[in-house]
């Protein structure tokens, strides 16, 4: 499985960026039952949660994050997305996407830097 995570950038505060994390090498079923979660890591921090999403569509989120940022999924195309809007500059890090089905995958991360 392979989980190849995309939508980084540089924004100025205030700004919007979507992530997506598509997943390969797993069958549909597989998929449809993972939970699909999104990660950060700023420099010098240890990696956090920021949100996840299971196979019914329950959502969490990080209170961080709550009500600026939306995690979803399209299963028929393997692919999860996060939703960043209202960016702040704590929200610069490393975003790595996680899948947790028997196993668990890690993305290679993308980086979102908010920055004026």
């Known amino acids: 499985v392979q989980l190849q995570a995309s939508g980084g950038g540089l924004v100025q505060p205030g700004g919007s960026l979507r992530l997506s994390c598509q997943a390969s090498?797993?069958?549909?079923?597989?998929?449809?039952?993972?939970?699909m979660g999104w990660y950060r890591q700023a420099p010098g921090k240890q990696r956090e949660l920021v949100a996840s999403?299971?196979?019914?569509?329950?959502?969490n989120h990080a209170d961080s994050v709550k009500g600026r940022f939306t995690i979803s999924r399209d299963n028929a195309k393997r692919t999860a997305y996060l939703q960043m809007n209202s960016l702040k500059p704590e929200d610069t890090a490393v975003y790595y996407c996680?899948?947790?089905?028997?196993?668990?995958?890690w993305g290679q991360g993308t980086q979102v830097t908010v920055s004026s």
């Open positions: 090498g797993i069958i549909w079923s597989t998929f449809r039952m993972a939970v």
């Open positions: 999403i299971t196979s019914d569509g329950l959502t």
């Open positions: 996680n899948l947790k089905a028997r196993s668990e995958y």
